[in-house]
């Protein structure tokens, strides 16, 4: 941290302001997927689609909030009405309110069923005369049934009772919710693009002290990302949802006082651009400035009801995405010059490949969280953890390993042996592939736990996470630079937010394979840890088929568009930019 005193103080206050940003972000990601079934009692495979198009919405913000920025508020401003709405959104999440409720309807008969706040076991216990039994047994015949079979011991005695479960949510509350989630999605949209952007605003072309700046920005991502998913998490486990989601808003109040306090320091840097009118009315009275933050507010309106038709949204993802596509294809084959299309396509098998990668590595905070609840063994020498812990997994190996991964490249570009772009492609798809082979290794082993749940060693997935982790760092600065040396010239805005609708489809498509490892409420374990190997398996082979097919094609992609790849100069210069400005991976929101 020492490093900090040789760079201009702005990198103080955005430092901190980031660090507590992805705080509040991860911390509460972490603890998502269990809050939406857990405490609202969703089922699964809505939580899961909610979950995919909440993601997929915060990921489309950029687009809005960066263009905004650059064309009429500055960084500075947009950053700060950002934090204010992240500040609002994460505040409502911890005002949760009740739990929702469950009944169970047996001929007419309503018996309360009640369950703790947070159990990764997930205890019930059924209401008998005031008295609160314990469910041995709480089944569901099938996916989206109301039937369930509950089974409990009462005076010795073993007692089964079929009836519909009736499940009745506050409102009110649940109103929040989808409010916290919107004014999130929306704040992103206006922070995340910005505060990177005045990073570089601090430093003169040529300012050799740019690469380390980022790279200590960069530190400041996943130190945050880190300690929110330990202290996110265990304050939820041991004290409730509101001390976990309430930590994540503290986190942002706090990043959100650094900047504001700090505005000084940044110089004048990140206002707006010059010969921007921002104070005459322009339309209804209200000056642009306040044109653009309603707008921000209206992204917010837009996603609170496509948040409630999630489903809907999804569906709608897959023709966009579809038809942004082919509509790009159409482009290329009458626009532009061969050598300009042929750099073209290698851009869309990089972008479109993208789409698994992340749909796979998306997998962590949606079905591989609820894995970690109910099949690995959560303990460090003896001392248990919540499995939200695991999300930071990837933080830590990332501080770790993503500067030795920078130092290799540079070792290897100075050798003029460093990969091409399509190579490491294909490497970050065999690396996320090989993490689930590992997961079914480890699924090969489990062993029955004191109820009788089935488990695997944290190991298993502690490896597994490092290997997603190192062809993350492999695939993503990757990505981004190529989309700056590939895209036509004319478009290469728009190809930046092609490959942002990529990142955001992934977790559509994330959604979606996360369902497929859900089965029946109550169903044997055994039942639950096959489907979940049976779909990680597939995914590790697809990821591996696609990579081996990129390692295969990489001399024809490579000499398809060596007219892009060589315009930098001699001796392949341009591989230094095949990392971000601090030469290591960063946040995909970053860009």
């Known amino acids: 941290m020492w490093q900090l005193r040789k760079h201009p103080k702005g990198l103080y206050i955005l430092f901190f302001a980031e660090m507590w940003e992805r705080f509040s972000y991860y911390g509460m990601r972490a603890l998502l997927i269990f ?12 939580s899961l689609t909610l979950y995919g198009a909440y993601v997929a919405l915060v990921y489309l913000g950029p687009l809005l909030g960066g263009w905004l920025a650059d064309k009429y508020i500055g960084f500075r401003k947009a950053v700060t009405f950002g934090a204010l ?12 309110g009740p739990s929702a409720e469950e009944t169970l309807n047996v001929d007419g008969t309503v018996y309360e069923l009640e369950r703790p706040e947070y159990s990764e076991a997930r205890e019930r216990f059924i209401v008998i005369d005031g008295e609160e039994i314990a469910v041995d047994g709480f089944v569901q015949p099938e996916e989206g049934s109301t039937t369930r079979e509950v089974t409990f011991v009462q005076n010795g005695e073993e007692t089964t009772l079929v009836g519909t479960l009736e499940e009745s949510r506050n409102p009110f509350f649940t109103t929040i919710l989808f409010a916290a989630l919107a004014l999130i999605v929306a704040g992103v949209g206006f922070l995340k693009p910005n505060i990177s952007t005045c990073v570089g605003a601090l430093y003169e072309q040529g300012d050799r002290r740019r690469d380390s700046g980022f790279t200590l920005y960069y530190m400041g991502i996943n130190l945050g990302s880190f300690l929110s ?17 309430g930590l994540a808003a503290v986190g942002m109040l706090a990043g959100l006082i650094v900047f ?29 400035e306040w044109l653009v933050y309603g707008a921000g507010l209206a992204f917010a309106v837009a996603a609170f009801f496509l948040l409630q ?29 061969a050598d300009t299309r042929n750099a073209m396509i290698g851009l869309l098998i990089l972008t479109v490949s993208s789409v698994l990668f992340w749909a796979l590595f ?9 894995f970690a609840a109910a099949h690995v063994d959560n303990q460090v020498m003896g001392s248990p953890f919540p499995a939200p812990v695991l999300q930071s997994a990837n933080p830590l190996y990332i501080m770790y390993f993503a500067p030795l991964i920078a130092v290799m490249w540079t070792w290897l570009g100075n050798k003029g042996i460093e990969p091409n772009s399509f190579i490491k492609f294909g490497l970050a798809m065999i690396q996320i592939g090989a993490g689930f082979f590992v997961l079914n290794l480890g699924i090969q082993t489990a062993v029955p736990d004191a109820d009788g749940a089935l488990r695997i060693s944290v190991l298993f997935i502690m490896l597994m996470y490092l290997l997603h982790t190192t062809g993350e760092i492999f695939l993503s600065p990757v990505g981004l630079s190529a989309v700056t040396k590939l895209s036509a010239k004319q478009i290469v805005g728009f190809m930046m937010g092609y490959w942002f609708l990529a990142s955001s489809y992934a977790n559509v498509i994330a959604a979606g394979v996360a369902q497929a490892t859900q089965v029946p409420e109550g169903a044997p374990t055994e039942v639950s840890l096959e489907a979940y190997n049976a779909v990680y398996l597939q995914l590790g082979g697809a990821a591996v088929g696609l990579g081996v097919l ?17 315009s930098l100069g001699p001796h392949e210069k341009e591989r230094r930019s095949e990392v971000d400005p601090a030469g290591v991976s960063m946040d995909r929101t970053e860009s």
Request: hydrophobic share 55%; glycine share 10%; net charge neutral.
């Open 35 to 46: 809050y939406l079934t857990w405490h609202f009692l969703f089922e699964s495979s809505f």
């Open 85 to 96: 709405m992240l500040v609002a959104g994460h505040g409502l999440m911890g005002l949760h």
């Open 229 to 245: 998913g330990i202290f996110c998490a265990l304050a939820a486990a041991t004290l409730g949802w509101w001390a976990g989601f």
């Open 260 to 288: 504001v306090w700090g505005q000084s320091w940044l110089e004048g840097r990140a206002d707006p651009p010059a010969g921007v009118d921002l104070k005459t009315p322009v339309f209804a009275g209200l000056n642009r």
């Open 309 to 337: 038709i999630a489903s809907i949204m999804t569906l709608a993802m897959h023709g966009v995405f579809a038809v942004v596509t082919l509509g790009i294809i159409v482009y290329m084959l009458t626009k532009l010059e």
């Open 362 to 370: 998306d997998q962590g905070p949606t079905s591989l969280n609820l």
């Open 550 to 566: 990129l390692l295969v094609l990489s001399p024809w992609l490579r000499n398809l568009t060596k007219h892009a790849e060589r």
